[in-house]
């Protein structure tokens, strides 16, 4: 059923598709349009540089008109990201507008990694580390890096298959159907996302069915 949501949701997810920010990336989960996976890549020369960091993003049907519910599945030390993997984000909450998109969602995501606010703490031990002792903070932000930004225990299963099948698709290349479910928990598959879909696309031609078929890995 094609619902108002529905339909501005399609129209987030072609912008994304053809105009996308850069260091981020985003698509519907599996046939369900209303819940996203989305990967942020942490900014260059901050912290968080060289991080790939996974959330999901929950609309509901009053979407535009109401924000989704947006949760880190990657563990974070920030101030304003709470242990569930909620985040503490004015537009997400009180300053929520129906202009703002998908990709507004995840860029000001993004912008918060660098720019915190420690005076709406929903970490109260990075927020006082942030406004106290900066460099230990950072020390902190870079481990969490380091550590291949692992993931929440509730979501070790989060299914990785439906989100790379669209990042193909959005390549402009043949129809690659993606089974890797049991990868779910590698930060690196998801920085390697973009480049291995090139890769197939590319140089392993000789291993393509033929037009029209699948190309299923497992």
Not at 131 to 143: D, F, V
Not at 168 to 194: D, F, Y
């Amino acid at each position: 059923m094609s619902t108002p949501a529905r339909k501005r949701l399609m129209r987030d997810f072609k912008r994304l598709q053809q105009d996308p920010p850069a260091g981020i990336s985003g698509a519907p989960y599996d046939n369900n349009i209303m819940l996203w996976n989305a990967v942020i890549f942490g900014p260059d020369d901050t912290p968080w540089d060289g991080g790939t960091f996974k959330l999901t993003l929950q609309f509901s049907e009053d979407y535009p008109n109401k924000p989704p519910t947006v949760r880190f599945v990657s563990r974070m030390f920030h101030p304003n990201i709470y242990a569930d993997g909620s985040i503490c984000l004015d537009i997400l909450q009180n300053q929520w507008s129906p202009i703002y998109d998908v990709a507004a969602i995840l860029t000001s995501i993004q912008s918060l990694l660098c720019d915190p606010n420690p005076n709406s703490p929903a970490n109260s031990e990075a927020a006082r580390m942030f406004s106290e002792n900066k460099r230990e903070y950072n020390r902190k932000a870079t481990g969490s890096v380091k550590m291949g930004s692992g993931e929440l225990q509730d979501h070790q299963s989060l299914d990785i298959g439906g989100f790379l099948e669209r990042l193909a698709l959005s390549l402009g290349g043949k129809t690659l159907s993606l089974s890797l479910r049991g990868l779910g928990c590698s930060g690196v598959l998801a920085l390697a996302i973009p480049w291995f879909l090139k890769f197939l696309i590319s140089e392993s031609c000789n291993m393509m069915a033929p037009s029209g078929a699948w190309l299923r890995i497992r």
